[in-house]
């Protein structure tokens, strides 16, 4: 079998990255060699990455599907890439998938992992697919309903998307909260109730940080009803959160949960895998609205170290990489 000349992404160890040459061999029975067409930065957990800051406790538990290489050594890690199958013993050669594999221009997958784009949905669109399932896994987590107050933490994608299908729900009351003021145009796009901080009289059966803030937890226990459930959909790294337990949390009974994306929730296990979940989530993305959450500056596959080096986060929006030279 001849081996096939690929280029990848690698990060080196913490703060430093650089684009490796590599060879593959080509796709074996049940496999399939996909071209990169698009991949996308999903820049808070890559942040997290790149500046070497996952805990070491984390390690294992934290890999993405297909990455190489350990955290806090040299690394190839994502987990959004759209391609075209290009070889292999299938009937779908010349169709658009996704996958959950790293920055790399060409790779071979096992065909069950690989998920058909529909026409109907763009491509670049579809690399909001992993934020959309997180949002899902979260929903499950939580079985809000009718007659339910919701709060969203922070107006990133994951925090619009949440709030998104919150605000589908018929009677569920959704605010999304953002320091930002300028994020409010994005959220009225989706019209969706926006406010730069919590109400004071706010009481809510729900709430979902998805800030990335791990400070901010503390200051939540005071604005929910009894019973509520504080959903903790933002990944801290190795930022540490202070709680006084003793103040709301405890009079109030109230739950925290992680909703960790890589695990379907308990209440969907039985029904759902992450497969499922994941095709399901692309057929979610069929709204045109959707589209003002992909960043229009695109990155060039080969300028991916520039950017790591020389990012300060900007923008909130979903970062394609274009590998077309």
């Given at each position: 079998?001849s ?10 160890k ?5 684009i ?16 990169t ?9 890559e ?12 390690k294992?538990l934290?890999?993405c599907?297909?990455q ?5 050594s ?9 391609g ?10 010349g ?14 997958i ?7 784009i ?17 949002a ?11 007659g ?37 145009n994005?959220?009225?796009l ?6 730069t ?7 809510a059966?729900f ?12 200051k939540?226990?005071?604005f ?24 709301h949390?405890l009079s ?11 695990k ?8 759902w895998?992450?497969k499922?979940r994941?095709?399901?989530?692309i057929?979610l993305?069929?709204n045109?609205k ?13 300028k ?7 990012s ?14």
């Amino acid at each position: 079998m001849s081996l096939i000349n690929v280029e990848s992404f690698w990060i080196n160890k913490k703060n430093r990255s650089y684009i490796k040459k590599e060879q593959i061999s080509g796709p074996i029975k049940s496999e399939v060699l996909i071209k990169t067409i698009f991949s996308g930065i999903s820049y808070g957990t890559e942040q997290i990455v790149y500046a070497g800051k996952v805990p070491k406790s984390e390690k294992k538990l934290m890999r993405c599907p297909y990455q190489v290489g350990d955290f806090g050594s040299d690394v190839k890690y994502g987990y959004l890439n759209i391609g075209k199958i290009i070889d292999g013993e299938t009937k779908d050669i010349g169709k658009n998938v996704f996958t959950l594999y790293p920055h790399q221009n060409l790779f071979t997958i096992n065909e069950s992992e690989v998920s058909l784009i529909p026409r109907k949905i763009p491509l670049k669109r579809t690399l909001l697919t992993a934020n959309m399932e997180t949002a899902i896994n979260a929903l499950w987590d939580t079985l809000p309903t009718s007659g339910d107050k919701c709060v969203v933490i922070g107006a990133g994608i994951v925090g619009i998307l949440m709030a998104y299908l919150l605000n589908s729900i018929i009677g569920v009351d959704v605010v999304i909260i953002d320091k930002d003021k300028k994020k409010k145009n994005i959220a009225n796009l989706f019209d969706l109730n926006f406010d730069t901080s919590l109400s004071k009289t706010m009481r809510a059966n729900f709430i979902y940080e998805c800030s990335g803030d791990s400070k901010i937890i503390n200051k939540l226990g005071k604005f929910t009803e009894n019973e509520a459930t504080i959903c903790i959909l933002s990944w801290y790294g190795t930022n540490q959160s202070r709680i006084n337990f003793g103040e709301h949390y405890l009079s109030k009974r109230l739950n925290i949960i992680f909703s960790q994306v890589s695990k379907i929730s308990k209440n969907r296990i039985k029904n759902w895998t992450n497969k499922t979940r994941r095709d399901f989530a692309i057929n979610l993305l069929n709204n045109k609205k959707l589209d003002y959450l992909i960043d229009k500056n695109e990155i060039k596959f080969h300028k991916l170290p520039n950017f790591f080096k020389n990012s300060k986060n900007k923008n909130f929006f979903c970062k394609v990489v274009n590998y077309n030279k």
